[in-house]
């Protein structure tokens, strides 16, 4: 299943059959490995900080950071809590259903939610625009995706990030341009992700993926939401 919902918005971009697609086979190979790696995970732990550039209503640039601490266990258990210049607010799935809650405003929201993440985050996505940290990593298609959406991919050779060696993989096409960093490591994890929008004055978005765990023991409570005192239940309405 394409996945048409992500944080970064990666693949949602128009796309011209016409134009001449140039992949590098090491780069696929590289994403190969990184997705079959994340998909055998059955439990993982990690953090991101993320940096969006965004304009005022006077074109002026503002950057907007925000670190989030994710955790799933698969197939239907997941939970995050953001802090940022955005707001502060969490999501909590336990297979049945999935709660929001805005630390920012103290309200929440709990509703019945398809029987696995992924499923969940569609389902969610498209009817309330909620937007999951790093969804896109997750998907079995993400390779696929990728070629299917980008004119150019490329393998770049091997770059550092804090000392760390890492595989640098780029890929454009009329819209967007992608850098993604995968440690050359034998776990071979996401690293750091930036996207720049070609038509949207070169707007930037950058993720930084650290302190990954795989396959750690999570108790099963964490995915579980209990509303804070004094917390206020809203209802929310589907986008038409």
């Known amino acids: 299943m394409k996945k048409l919902l992500t944080l970064f918005s990666l693949f949602a971009v128009c796309f011209s059959q016409a134009q001449t697609k140039s992949i ?4 696929v190979y590289i994403l190969d490995k990184m997705a079959d790696i994340i998909g055998s995970l059955e439990s993982v732990k990690f953090d991101i900080n993320t940096a969006t550039d965004k304009l005022d209503h006077d074109g002026n640039l503002s950057t907007y950071y925000a670190m989030s601490h994710i955790a799933m266990t698969g197939p239907d ?13 969490g999501y909590w ?12 405003e103290n309200n929440y929201v709990t509703l019945e939610a398809p029987d696995t993440i992924l499923t969940m985050i569609d389902s969610m996505h498209t009817a309330f625009d909620f937007k999951f ?10 390779t696929d995706d990728l ?54 004055g070169n707007l930037q978005f950058e993720t930084n993926f650290n302190n990954w765990e795989l396959n750690p023991n999570i108790p099963e409570t964490i995915y579980n939401f209990t509303p804070p005192p004094h917390a206020s239940l809203i209802s929310i309405m589907a986008k038409s």
Not at 24 to 27: F, K, Q
Not at 77 to 89: A, L, V, Y
Not at 170 to 176: G, V
Not at 178 to 187: E, F, G, H, P, R
Request: overall charge negative; hydrophobic content about 30%; glycine content about 6%.
């Open 77 to 89: 258990k997941f939970t995050s809590t953001t802090t940022g210049d955005s707001g502060n607010f």
């Open 147 to 200: 070629i299917e959406d980008f004119n150019t991919i490329s393998y770049e050779g091997q770059r550092s990030i804090d000392g760390e060696k890492c595989f640098y993989i780029t890929a454009t096409n009329n819209e967007k341009h992608i850098q993604l960093w995968i440690t050359s490591n034998t776990t071979m994890l996401p690293k750091r992700l930036i996207i720049v929008y070609k038509k949207e």
């Open 133 to 142: 940290p790093a969804a896109d990593f997750f998907y079995p298609s993400f």
């Open 93 to 104: 799935y336990d297979g049945e259903y999935v709660s929001y809650y805005s630390l920012s």
């Open 24 to 27: 590098d086979s090491t780069a």
